[in-house]
Each structure stands twice: as structure tokens, then as C-alpha cells.
């Protein structure tokens, strides 16, 4: 007789159902409400909101598509001087938030910058005289996000450029295709369902960025977002673009996976690619590995050349009780999300290994919905229910006479934790997921055979073996928490801040240098991790 594992059966749907509910709770606000200021802003600004959010997420997907693929082909298909320095350095720009490239970006470009300086003292120009690009533009915004965006299709264009069929690169060599020949006709076709997938993450990231749009003066559906319901205090008319942003991203992944619904790829691994590399001679050779560290360097390595002189210099300034509190409160909520969201990706995946009904797979697929969803929309709906929670508390309170205990879970940091977890609970369930897999089923039933219930299984035989990636789980949803600046901006309680709406603050005031040193621990929090993760994968099992 199956078992039905009622515990986990009954804890995965409850779980699914709260990390689902803040998308429910956003479409249902938005059907009803009054639709007056929705109206007004549909007939004066909105139209001007959702253009410029097509043309960034048009020039972002761009830009990221011509920096990675031929970025990424480099890095599989030929050999450079420093590639394997380069093959990790290319990925170091996601440690680095894109308001932060932007705060740094502005300071360099701004008529008081240090460019712009330097061009006056060397002509002799004056203002008016010349001509110097404005980063604090929509096309300025374009650049930011694609610099620190593009290494999502890098990384999935090289791994796919390393997965080549052996024998298709023989055949190319045989026709005596040239390397360009070969990426055209051969390696770029192949490719073209990570590019799909790439592509979504980069427009997801694009439609959802707030900080770096906000201080670049770029007025975007996220801005109409945290404007509507701040500025204009009406929750419906935010959620009601909350929608359309919703359904704006559900037509992408929709259309990125029809895109590729008939495209089925048998290859065999590339596994002796160091054969077939091209051995790049002459000015190809330097003009390939100049391409590669020039994007390292105005990505990565400058802006936090540029953070570390400025937080050296500001040091006293920056070193204070305040800034010991923030890093303090970023640290508290970034653990408790990632804990809560390694123990969600442990029970909803342990459930789908056991069971093999089709509810198993939706719970997991409704549990990761939330990382598809910007930060800012996510705040909106997680505060509709968390609000409804309040007010429910406090009715039976006062019904009961107790009193009124006040805003339980908007007034603190729970609306915050919860929306972390909702955010990138499917960070963990796609690591959990990829390390239960190497659990070989004859373990499973040795346990049985033993007598050890699914519980007992779970703790004897899968945590231990998959320790390696709920450390690795658990570290990915810490970065990402403590970086987000979306849903934090919106949700902390009152005189709460986190390192991501510190920097946000200072650098919005235009006082970069004090924000400095919490952007570089921002972008070190980032960084350490990576290196962890790299070298704990390094290692035996």
C-alpha cells in the first residue's frame, strides 16, 4: 500500500499556499478598489512610465546579449592569456549592486567629475562649450544594469559553448569553417535556449531594478509603484500596477519557454574541449583578452577601486554606531530568511522525492513563483495580507478585551523576513533540488528496509549527504537578502535600516562618500560567499 505522507503532504501545501499568497493578493486588491487615481495616472503619466520601462528592458536585454555571448564564446572556444583568471572574473560584476556601479557611474560623469574636470583643465573649455554624455538618463540606466546584468548570459552561453558535441566541432574543422563561420553557423544556433533563458533573467532584474532607475531620475512602472502608494498613499492603484507588471513577466517566461517549445538538443558533453580551442594569434589575440578585462574592469574593478578610496578617505565618518546597527540588522534579517528558506526547500523537495503525484510538483513550482516577481511588487503583496493579519489580531484583541497589541507583523521585522523568503525561497529550492538528486534511491530503500519512516530518512540519510548544498543554499539566499534593496525600502519598520537602504539614503542625498564603506561590505558579502562556494565545490565528496 503507497503511503501518503500526510506531515509533509499537509506542511508543503501550507508552505506552497503562504509563498504564493502575496502574488494572489496583489491581482485580488487589484480587481476592486476605487479606480479613480488609477485612471488619472493611466491618462497623464503611465504611458510615459510603461515606455520607458519597454526601452530599458529592450536596451538592458541588448547590451547583455552583445557583452555576453561573444564574452562567453572567448572564454569555451579559444585560448587567451589570463583565461582562467577570466573565466571567474567575468562573473564577479553580480556581487555588485547596479545602483551602486550607478552612484559611482554618476560621480565619475557628473560636470563636477573628475572626467569632466580633467577634459576642461586640458582645452580650456568652458560650460556650454562641449559635449559630455548624462548618466543620469534613461540611456545611462541601460548601461548601469547591463554591466552588472550581463554576466546571467554569460554564464549560461559558456556552459552551453562547453557542451558542444564533439563531433559537431570535427565536422566544422573538417569543412574548414573559420572561427566565425563555426560561432555563426554552428555554436550560436545551439546556444539559442540559454540565450532564452538568459535573456528572461535579464529583463526580469531589469523591470524589477528601483534603485539604480530611481536615482537616475528614470521613471519606470517600479517607481510608479513605490510613488503611487507612498506619494499618494492608495495601496489599490499600486497594486493594480503591481498587475500589469505581473502580467508583463508572465508573458516573458511564458514566451521565452514557447519560444523553445519544440527545440530538443542530444549532444555529448564537451568534455576534452581543450583540443578544439582556436589558438587566437596577433591583434586578435590581445583586441579578445582587451574585450574581456576592459568589462571586468569598468564593471567590477574600478567602481570598487573607486568605493575603497572613498571609504579609506571617509573613514571616520562612516565608522559609527549607526553603521554598526545597520550591518547588524542586514546580518539578523538576511539569517533568518535564508534559514527559513533552506528548511522550505528541504521539506517541499523531500516531499516531491517521495511522492510521485502531480501535486508534489506544483507545490515546489508555486514555492519558487516569488523569485519572477520585482521586490517592489513583492512589497506590495506581502504588505496586503500582512496588514489583513494586523487588523485581524487586533479585532480578536479588542473583541476579547486584551487591548490592542498594534502592528505585530507590519510594524516589524516579520513583513521584511517574509518577503526575503517568498523572494528567494526558489534560490534554495533549485539548490536543494540539485543536490537531493545526487541521492541515489537505493539509499532510500536500505532506509525503509530498515524500518526508518520518512522523517528518520530525511534525518539519517538525506541531510547529512546533503550538507554541501544546503550550505550553499543557505549562503545564496544570504546574498541575495542582503543586497536587496526593493522590498526592504518599502517594508522595514520605522527606524529600521539595512545596509542596501543605508547606502540608498546617503547616496540619494548625494553623499556617496559616507556611503561608501556599507558599499563595499556590500559588495565583499557578495564576494566571500562566491569564493566559499567555488572552493567548497572544489573539493572531494
Not at 570535427?170 to 569543412?175: F, I
Not at 563555426?182 to 539559442?192: K, N, T
Not at 581543450?274 to 596577433?282: A, H, I, K, S, V
Amino acid at each position: 500500500m503507497k503511503e501518503n505522507y500526510p506531515l509533509f503532504r499537509a506542511s508543503s501545501a501550507l508552505l506552497a499556499a503562504l509563498l504564493v499568497l502575496p502574488i494572489l493578493a496583489i491581482f485580488y486588491t487589484s480587481l476592486g478598489g476605487d479606480n479613480d487615481l488609477f485612471a488619472h495616472l493611466f491618462d497623464t503619466v503611465l504611458p510615459t512610465y510603461i515606455s520607458n520601462t519597454f526601452w530599458l528592458v529592450f536596451g538592458v536585454m541588448l547590451l547583455s546579449l552583445l557583452i555576453g555571448i561573444p564574452s562567453a564564446w572567448l572564454m569555451a572556444m579559444c585560448r587567451l592569456p589570463s583565461a582562467g583568471i577570466l573565466q571567474w572574473a567575468m562573473v564577479l560584476p553580480l556581487a555588485m549592486p547596479g545602483y551602486i556601479v550607478g552612484y559611482v557611474f554618476t560621480d565619475w560623469f557628473d560636470f563636477a567629475g573628475p572626467l569632466q574636470v580633467f577634459l576642461r583643465d586640458i582645452t580650456g573649455w568652458g560650460p556650454g562649450d562641449y559635449w559630455f554624455p548624462d548618466m543620469r538618463t534613461l540611456g545611462g540606466a541601460i548601461w548601469v544594469l547591463s554591466l552588472v546584468l550581463y554576466p546571467y548570459v554569460y554564464l549560461l552561453c559558456r556552459a552551453a559553448f562547453m557542451e558542444q558535441s564533439v563531433s559537431i566541432l570535427q565536422s566544422a574543422r573538417l569543412l574548414k569553417c573559420s572561427p566565425w563561420q563555426s560561432f555563426w553557423r554552428i555554436s550560436l544556433p545551439i546556444v539559442r535556449p540559454s540565450i532564452a533563458v538568459g535573456l528572461s533573467l535579464v529583463a526580469m532584474e531589469a523591470i524589477g531594478d528601483f534603485g539604480t532607475v530611481s536615482y537616475f531620475a528614470v521613471n519606470t512602472l517600479t517607481t510608479a509603484v513605490y510613488d503611487t502608494w507612498l506619494g499618494y498613499s492608495n495601496l489599490g492603484a499600486a497594486a493594480k500596477i503591481s498587475a500589469i507588471m505581473l502580467l508583463v513577466i508572465i508573458l516573458l517566461i511564458s514566451g521565452e519557454r514557447f519560444s523553445r517549445r519544440k527545440q530538443k538538443l542530444f549532444q555529448n558533453q564537451f568534455n576534452s574541449h581543450e583540443n578544439f580551442r582556436y589558438q587566437l594569434t596577433g591583434w586578435k589575440k590581445w583586441a579578445a583578452v582587451t574585450w574581456c578585462w576592459s568589462i571586468v574592469a569598468v564593471a567590477f574593478i574600478f567602481p570598487l577601486l573607486q568605493l575603497c578610496l572613498y571609504a579609506y578617505h571617509y573613514f571616520l565618518e562612516s565608522w559609527t554606531s549607526q553603521f554598526y546597527q545597520y550591518a547588524l540588522n542586514s546580518l539578523k534579517v538576511s539569517v533568518l530568511a535564508a534559514l527559513i528558506a533552506l528548511i522550505i526547500a528541504v521539506i517541499l523537495n523531500f516531499y516531491s522525492r517521495l511522492s510521485t503525484t502531480t501535486s508534489s510538483n506544483l507545490f515546489v513550482r508555486l514555492a519558487s513563483m516569488g523569485y519572477a516577481v520585482p521586490g517592489t511588487v513583492l512589497a506590495i503583496g506581502v504588505m496586503l495580507p500582512v496588514l489583513s493579519a494586523d487588523h485581524l489580531v487586533n479585532d480578536i484583541a479588542k473583541a476579547m478585551d486584551w487591548g490592542r497589541p498594534g502592528l505585530i507583523f507590519s510594524g516589524s521585522i516579520f513583513a521584511i523576513v517574509f518577503a526575503f523568503v517568498v523572494r528567494f525561497s526558489a534560490v534554495a529550492i533549485g539548490t536543494i533540488e540539485s543536490s537531493m538528486s545526487k541521492v541515489s534511491p537505493s539509499l532510500d530503500m536500505a532506509a525503509r528496509t530498515m524500518g526508518c519512516t520518512s522523517s528518520q530518512m530525511l534525518k539519517r540519510v538525506h541531510i547529512p549527504l546533503m550538507k554541501r548544498g544546503a550550505l550553499i543554499a543557505f549562503l545564496l539566499v544570504f546574498i541575495e537578502s542582503m543586497k536587496e534593496l526593493n522590498a526592504a525600502i518599502l517594508l522595514r519598520p520605522f527606524n529600521f535600516e539595512t545596509l542596501a537602504t543605508y547606502v540608498y539614503n546617503f547616496a540619494s542625498d548625494e553623499q556617496l562618500e559616507i556611503a561608501a564603506m556599507p558599499a563595499v561590505l556590500l559588495v565583499l558579502v557578495g564576494l566571500i560567499p562566491l569564493i566559499i562556494i567555488n572552493r567548497s565545490l572544489e573539493q572531494p565528496h
